[in-house]
Antibody, heavy 121, light 107 residues
Framework: EVQLLESGGGLVQPGGSLRLSCAAS????????MTWFRRAPGKGLEWVSV????????YYADSVKGRFTISRDDSKNTLYLQMNSLRDEDTAIYCC??????????????WGQGTLVTVSS | DIQLTQSPSFLSASVGDRVTITCRAS??????LAWYQQKPGKAPKLLIY???TLQRGVPSRFSGSGSGTEFTLTISSLQPEDFATYFC?????????FGGGTKVEIK
């Protein structure tokens, strides 16, 4: 059974940093693109970033580009999201998701429950 | 960015009804569209990918169609467990974007 477990969320002041982790199990982690999504209070799902399972290529939403860094450690079956220069508008539940068929063009078939990030002074 | 306009945003239906939800893309996305079901407090569940391919384990009453800019999700005979929110997602280009969602409630 595929399991994705996020951790690392919490309360941080504007301008601060956090690193989120997503521990994966139940599938061959290195073969799949992995993605971070977020849902801010009262808003819809927003795609944040993706990292390929083949060549490690990465893509980011404009809203986080230059501030967030996605990475993966295939030896630990873990996905990361380093978040720097956090803003109030980054407050959200952050979820990781596994690509359905390896790449990111066939949807996401497994999602974690999420970790809450609150940016506030 | 590619905008996805989903309609209706809300619909009220009865068990056994045929339900159709539409998703329109602001530009052509070939068949790079997925549909999800989400229930309160739960993670999204992938129903359809590549516009019309049924994800394994999903009941055959769900179907998807379309390409380019117009897509539909159809539930042929609504079941009690189908009352949920449905949303589309385009996977043609980054940033990946979502439709606004359709909440399906019991009439």
């Amino acid at each position: 059974e595929v399991q994705l477990l996020e951790s690392g969320g919490g309360l941080v002041q504007p301008g601060g940093s956090l690193r989120l982790s997503c521990a994966a199990s139940g599938f061959s982690f290195s073969n799949y693109a992995m993605t971070w999504f977020r849902r801010a209070p009262g808003k819809g799902l927003e795609w944040v970033s993706v990292i390929s399972g083949t060549d490690g290529s990465t893509y980011y939403a404009d809203s986080v580009k230059g501030r967030f860094t996605i990475s993966r450690d295939d030896s630990k079956n873990t996905l990361y999201l380093q978040m720097n220069s956090l803003r109030d508008e980054d407050t959200a539940i952050y979820c990781c998701a596994k690509s359905n068929l390896g790449g990111s063009s066939s949807g996401f078939d497994s999602w974690g429950q999420g970790t809450l990030v609150t940016v506030s002074s | 960015d590619i905008q996805l306009t989903q309609s209706p945003s809300f619909l009220s239906a009865s068990v056994g009804d045929r339900v159709t939800i539409t998703c329109r893309a602001s530009q052509g996305i070939s068949s790079f569209l997925a549909w999800y079901q989400q229930k309160p407090g739960k993670a999204p569940k992938l129903l359809i990918y590549a516009a019309s391919t049924l994800q394994r384990g999903v009941p055959s009453r769900f179907s998807g169609s379309g390409s380019g800019t117009e897509f539909t999700l159809t539930i042929s005979s609504l079941q009690p467990e189908d009352f949920a929110t449905y949303f589309c997602q385009q996977l043609n280009s980054y940033p990946l974007t979502f439709g606004g969602g359709t909440k399906v409630e019991i009439k």
